[in-house]
């Protein structure tokens, strides 16, 4: 059974930092592009961050460009999403998603396994 759990979130001050975990089960990570995504109330899910099965295949929603930074270490199965300077905006219940697809195809739609999603909340 694929099973994707999201861990590391919480709250924190703007400007600080916290890193998310995806943890994978039940497929072999390798061949497979995670995605990142975020809630939050009353708004749409959206694409934070995507990271695929080939080398330098990563992308990233403009508002979060350098200030996040996904990894991957497919021997542990786990992906992980570093967040840095972080902004009131940011607050949401984030998601990690796993498709058989370039990050180039990253749109919400073309996940098929979801996680059960990670409460951020950024706030002073």
């Known amino acids: 059974q694929y099973r994707l759990v999201e861990s590391g979130g919480g709250l924190v001050q703007p400007g600080g930092s916290l890193r998310l975990s995806c943890a994978a089960s039940g497929f072999t990570l390798d061949y497979y592009a995670i995605g990142w995504f975020r809630q939050a109330p009353g708004k749409e899910r959206e694409g934070v961050s995507c990271?695929?099965?080939?080398?330098?295949?990563?992308n990233y929603a403009d508002s979060v460009k350098g200030r996040f930074t996904i990894s991957r270490d497919n021997a542990k199965k786990m992906v992980y999403l570093q967040m840095n300077s972080l902004k009131p905006e940011d607050t949401g219940v984030y998601y990690c998603?796993?498709?058989?697809?370039?990050?180039?195809?990253?749109?919400?739609?073309?996940?098929?396994?979801w996680g059960q999603g990670t409460q951020v909340t950024v706030s002073s």
């Open positions: 990271i695929g099965s080939g080398v330098g295949d990563i």
């Open positions: 998603a796993a498709e058989l697809i370039p990050c180039s195809s990253w749109q919400l739609y073309n996940f098929g396994t």
